[in-house]
């Protein structure tokens, strides 16, 4: 992307350009050129010190691509990715994106059913797991008709020693054919005819909560991970080259972290680290930055906050951290100014669906400690009426200062999504027109920035993660202690926003501390680390609505005195 020296003329001049065929396992690794680079390294690993260059990338995942052939995996079949940061976690990408299938990123911090609802819902042929979630994916492979296969993945530590180990208390037999990783791409050749895609070509289906229903699966094409590349170049304040060393504590199952960090960085030749870590720890992070001289981080609002409690080391490399899911508070620019010797913190704003549209990029203009930036180049973003009449296909926008929906038109629709998988009612509500209609509410102020209000709906955003409550409803009420339950989002200092959920116990139930432990880790252990409820009220009756649906705004209001 060119290094455009004003936003105003990176906003005009700027286009998409996009090329006719794109593959990115190609283009990534091949560092734009006909041969991968042989020494340049792509990953570092700080867990086993090990390195591995754009040449050891991709021979890896030819010989994975051509292991996954001989089983028969495919143009358009879909592959589950649950592993933590680690080398083979982007090989598996790269070698489905070799055969032309489609990639299904899942985080390991998933339960069992939350994984067996994204990988039955995508129609999962295969999956590529790592041991920590083998009993996770155990229980879930069950409700999974379509998994054929599951490669497992070797046993390798977390940075800071921790092992990567499945627990010892559930099911370990995956209800499908298991191989061994070394086992499975042993004798395999390196090399492999490479899919002749385009940018529109399907790469990946990403999965977003919703509060009214299931998680919907985000399709997207390959020119996706074009378009986080660019917003990577731009939040990191044009920094991405060769020289760049990058790290993320964030999982590479998020857009963010695998498409703008660590592809974004593959995009323009540099270096990821891969730290995997059970939980964030401020002073493990520290001691990545400063042993592998990282000079572009990505880390959320809560993880800084984290940092700002621990010691920096003196004279780190590090050159900007990019941010989102939260707002970026003046305090943390504060202390990212004097306890990081001037480090830019740029916060950004996108979505699953949408890509990252909006951002800080403080060489071009004042950062607004708490906004979400500006428009990037290749979008248009309006604030219009939140409640648009059916029909409206080009929505005008609100006056400046009024609370309305955000809703983005990109200038190539190639690099947003595709559609929702299989829910073409879903897609539909999402578009007017060339606008796409995000269901956040912000406005926009009369130098342009954009301020985030809320959700349009009930998602709650917890520590960066966004967590439909009617998923953690469900499974509290697979409990027979729980009759009814709704969740909300209630403040909190340091995540932004906890899980809190009301439970009318059933009439035989114990409404005491036991039965809250029971319910947490129910959601815990069945969903993510991530969406258990931290507070749990019990409750005689839930408010509802005439159709007998609850009314989680009055719980809202209820908690906000």
Same mark, same amino acid.
């Given at each position: 992307m060119p290094n455009y020296d004003r936003y105003e003329r990176a906003r005009r001049a700027f286009s998409w350009d996009l090329p006719e065929r794109y593959n990115p396992a190609r283009y990534c690794l091949h560092a734009r050129g006909d041969s991968p680079p042989a020494d340049r390294p792509a990953l570092l690993d700080a867990a086993t010190g090990e390195r591995y260059s754009y040449r050891d990338v991709d021979e890896a995942s030819g010989r994975l691509a051509n292991a996954l052939a001989a089983r028969g995996i495919g143009v358009g079949d879909r592959v589950g990715v649950v592993?933590?940061?680690?080398?083979?976690?982007?090989?598996?990408?790269?070698? *489905?994106?070799?055969?032309? =299938?489609i990639t299904v990123p899942l985080t390991t911090l998933f339960g069992q059913d939350a994984l067996a609802y994204r990988l039955d819902d995508a129609g999962a042929r295969a999956v590529v797991f790592a041991p920590a979630v083998r009993e996770a994916l155990a229980a879930a492979s069950t409700d999974c008709p379509d998994l054929e296969l599951a490669v497992a993945l070797e046993g390798r530590p977390y940075y800071h020693g921790q092992p990567d180990v499945a627990g010892e208390d559930g099911p370990d037999t995956v %209800? *499908?054919?298991?191989?061994? /990783?070394?086992?499975?791409?042993?004798?395999?050749?390196?090399?492999?005819?490479?899919?002749? =895609?385009?940018?529109?070509?399907? $790469?990946?289906?990403? /999965?977003? $909560? &919703?509060? @009214?229903?299931?998680?919907? &699966?985000?399709?997207?094409?390959?020119?996706?991970?074009?378009?986080?590349?660019?917003? =990577?170049?731009?939040?990191? #304040?044009?920094?991405?080259?060769?020289? @760049?060393?990058?790290?993320?504590p964030a999982d590479w199952a998020w857009g963010s972290a695998l498409g703008g960090l660590l592809l974004g960085t593959w995009h323009h030749g540099g270096t990821v680290v891969a730290a995997p870590m059970r939980g964030f720890d401020a002073e493990a992070a520290f001691a990545v930055l400063e042993a592998f001289d990282v000079t572009e981080a990505l880390v959320p609002p809560t993880a800084l906050r984290m940092m700002m409690t621990a010691d920096a080391p003196d004279d780190l490399a590090l050159q900007c951290i990019a941010s989102a899911g939260e707002p970026v508070t003046p305090e943390i620019l504060e202390w990212a100014d004097e306890a990081l010797d001037g480090v830019s913190v740029n916060e950004y704003y996108g979505q699953t669906e949408l890509n990252l549209v909006a951002a800080n990029a403080s060489r071009w203009f004042e950062t607004q400690p708490g906004s979400m930036g500006k428009p990037l180049p290749g979008y248009d973003v309006r604030i219009v009426d939140p409640e648009l009449p059916e029909g409206v296909t080009d929505p005008a926008p609100l006056p400046d200062g009024e609370v309305g929906e955000i809703a983005v038109r990109p200038d190539d629709d190639r690099v947003v999504f595709t559609e929702f998988w299989n829910r073409p009612e879903a897609t539909a509500a999402k578009t007017r027109g060339e606008w796409y209609l995000t269901g956040d509410l912000a406005r926009r102020d009369d130098e342009g920035y954009l301020w985030f209000e809320s959700r349009k709906d009930d998602v709650i955003i917890t520590a960066g993660y966004r967590v439909g409550p009617r998923e953690v409803e469900e499974t509290l009420l697979g409990h027979p202690a729980a009759e009814q339950a709704g969740v909300v989002g209630v403040p909190d200092?340091?995540?932004? !926003?906890?899980?809190?959920?009301?439970? #009318?116990?059933?009439?035989?139930? #114990?409404? %005491? %501390? &036991?039965?809250?432990?029971?319910?947490?880790?129910?959601?815990?252990? +069945?969903?993510?680390? /991530? #969406? /258990?409820? +931290?507070?749990? !009220?019990?409750?005689?009756?839930?408010?509802?609505?005439?159709? &007998?649906?609850? +009314?989680?705004?009055?719980?809202? !209001?209820? !908690?906000?005195?």
């Open positions: 592993a933590p940061q680690r080398p083979e976690t982007p090989v598996a990408h790269l070698a *489905c994106w070799k055969l032309g =299938a %209800d *499908c054919a298991v191989v061994g /990783y070394d086992d499975f791409v042993a004798d395999r050749p390196p090399s492999v005819d490479v899919h002749d =895609a385009t940018p529109a070509t399907d $790469s990946a289906i990403m /999965y977003t $909560s &919703g509060s @009214t229903g299931p998680a919907k &699966g985000v399709r997207h094409g390959h020119a996706l991970w074009i378009g986080r590349a660019a917003a =990577a170049f731009n939040f990191f #304040e044009g920094a991405l080259d060769t020289d @760049t060393v990058a790290w993320t200092e340091t995540r932004g !926003e906890v899980i809190k959920a009301f439970v #009318e116990p059933a009439d035989a139930a #114990e409404p %005491d %501390d &036991g039965l809250r432990a029971e319910l947490r880790e129910r959601a815990r252990t +069945r969903l993510a680390a /991530y #969406e /258990y409820p +931290r507070e749990i !009220e019990f409750v005689e009756e839930l408010p509802k609505t005439s159709t &007998g649906k609850i +009314r989680r705004v009055e719980l809202r !209001e209820r !908690e906000q005195g």
